[in-house]
Every structure is written in structure tokens, then in C-alpha cells.
């Protein structure tokens, strides 16, 4: 069974951080590139991060490069996302989520079509409040 389970989310006052952790199984983790995309209370889905299947390279979002660090770890089929420098606006629902494509390295100008990603965690909730 294909699961990806997310955690870390919690309250944060502006300027802190907190580390978002996607630990997966049901499939081969180091053959698929990763995503992270969240939702604001009210708003929809929005990419934020992205990574390939080997850990070569990272993509960002403009809203947080800079800012956010996406890695992974395949011998523990694990997928990280540190968030520095919070801010108001990084409130909401962060989700991890699987490239559909296998064994394939993702342009840049693609990462944001959520379309893409054919499954995903059920989220973890990050609130940025002072």
C-alpha cells in the first residue's frame, strides 16, 4: 500500500522555524522525485518545493527560496522540509507528494503543475501567529 505520512507541523511565532518530515512506503522512494506543496486557510494548493529522485537538484517557489530547504534521505524513504524565517503567510496545510513520473528529471518550469503528483500525505498543519 502507497502511503506517505507527513509530520512536523505545529505553532510558530514569525521568524522561527520548524522541520517538516514525509516518511513514505509502498513504493521505491529513491526512484521518484518529491514534492512539497501547502494550502492556506481558504486558498487552494500552491507548490512550494521540489526535489529529484537522487537528491541532485532543488526547485523553490519564488514565495520561499531562500527561505525553505527541501532534502531527503532514501535509506530511511524520507522527505524533509525546513522552514526558516516564518512568516504570517506560510500559515497552512503542507503536504509531500510523488511524482508520477518514475525515474525522471522534472524541468524547472514544471514543478509548479500540481497535476503532476499523483499521490499524497494527508498534511500536517503549520501556524505562524505571534
Known amino acids: 500500500q502507497v502511503q506517505l505520512v507527513e509530520s512536523g507541523g505545529g505553532l510558530a511565532q514569525p521568524g522561527e522555524s520548524l522541520r517538516l518530515s514525509c516518511v513514505v512506503s509502498?513504493?521505491?522512494?529513491?526512484?521518484?522525485?518529491m514534492s512539497w506543496a501547502r494550502q492556506p486557510p481558504g486558498r487552494g494548493l500552491e507548490w512550494v518545493a521540489g526535489?529529484?529522485?537522487?537528491?541532485?537538484?532543488?526547485f523553490y517557489s519564488d514565495s520561499v527560496r531562500g527561505r525553505f530547504t527541501v532534502s531527503r534521505d532514501n535509506t530511511k524513504s524520507a522527505l524533509y522540509l525546513e522552514v526558516n524565517k516564518l512568516k504570517a503567510e506560510d500559515t497552512g496545510t503542507y503536504y509531500c507528494a510523488r511524482d508520477q513520473h518514475h525515474q525522471y528529471y522534472r524541468p524547472f518550469n514544471s514543478w509548479a503543475n500540481l497535476n503532476e503528483f499523483d499521490v499524497w500525505g494527508q498534511g500536517t498543519q503549520v501556524t505562524v501567529s505571534s
Open positions: 509502498g513504493f521505491p522512494f529513491s526512484e521518484y522525485g
Open positions: 526535489i529529484y529522485s537522487d537528491g541532485s537538484a532543488t
